[in-house]
């Protein structure tokens, strides 16, 4: 095996492996069909033949790009990883070319040395959406093969602003304690906590209020997490809470009881399951 025409060994293969063989690239071979990985072919599995490729005066075969293209969310960013053609030498860069759903950016980004591997992209790089597709291919570059072909895509959905979870915090249930110690009876403390990490910014909430026929919207800045209302009528209260982020809203957080006593109000529930579920929209409300 690896033995015919224009083949050189790529692994020797192993007791789990077996043996894989590339087409001879610097002295003008190619496979005559595309192998299912981009940089070997395994002759046990399928047809390795190669054939001596034309190219033009002064132009040279180029090897096959990088491979094992992998992307995903690391906290706040974006983590891309990739494994260099072992065909390759003297490898300069890495170019990493970037779309937005199917708009894809001229520019790529840089990795400069062949074994930087992995690259993290932040807020910096992209100003990320919610709901929107990523995609990312990567080339290598070398002085001597110039820019390898793209890798195959990798590509990351960003979600819903709210598929996340709201969690009851301690400075709300100190803030509770403050509102009885000061008997602000009639009052209702609304309390919510930041949707969590995400690779886009959360720039406000939304906060809808329905008291029978009476409606009113608050904007809320995002580091807002608290809203009082004062001298709460014996009428039934509608909350409903959005996160905001550019254009996009998400889905609401709400709530519904009768104002009767002072309230604590718990905007939190379980975003895990994702289904519309009554079970997850039921607050915990805290009487006086």
């Not at 074994?115 to 990320?128: A, E, G, K, V, Y």
């Not at 000061?182 to 406000?204: C, S």
């Not at 026929?213 to 409903?240: D, G, K």
Request: hydrophobic letters at 30%; a negative charge; one cysteine or more.
């Amino acid at each position: 095996m690896c033995t015919e025409e224009g083949q050189v060994l790529f692994h020797n293969g192993s007791s789990k492996e077996d043996r894989s063989c590339r087409c001879d690239f610097e002295n003008g071979y190619a496979f005559v069909y595309r192998p299912k990985h981009p940089c070997k072919c395994t002759p046990a599995l399928e047809d390795c033949s190669c054939y001596a490729k034309q190219c033009f005066v002064h132009f040279k075969l180029t090897p096959g790009p990088p491979y094992n293209v992998h992307v995903s969310r690391d906290m706040k960013k974006l983590k891309l990883t990739w494994s260099k053609p072992r065909i390759w030498s003297a490898i300069k860069e890495y170019r990493i070319y970037h779309a937005s759903n199917s708009l894809w950016e001229i520019q790529p980004f840089t990795v400069k040395g062949a074994d930087n591997l992995c690259f993290d992209i932040t807020s910096n790089h992209i100003q990320f959406l919610p709901c929107t597709t990523y995609r990312f291919e990567i080339s290598a570059y070398s002085s001597d093969y110039g820019e390898s072909l793209r890798s195959e895509e990798a590509k990351f959905d960003t979600e819903n602003p709210t598929n996340m979870v709201y969690r009851l915090s301690e400075f709300s249930r100190q803030k509770l304690k403050e509102l009885n110690r000061k008997g602000e009876n009639g009052n209702i403390a609304l309390v919510w906590t930041h949707p969590g990490d995400n690779v886009f910014t959360i720039d406000n909430y939304k906060l809808e209020i329905e008291v029978g026929l009476h409606f009113e919207t608050h904007m809320l800045s995002a580091n807002t997490y608290e809203f009082l209302i004062t001298n709460a009528l014996h009428q039934t209260y509608l909350f409903r809470i959005y996160s905001c982020c550019q254009e996009f809203l998400s889905d609401p957080l709400q709530c519904k009881f009768f104002g009767e006593h002072a309230y604590f109000v718990d905007m939190s529930y379980d975003g895990i399951d994702k289904r519309v579920d009554e079970r997850m929209f039921a607050p915990k409300i805290l009487l006086n």
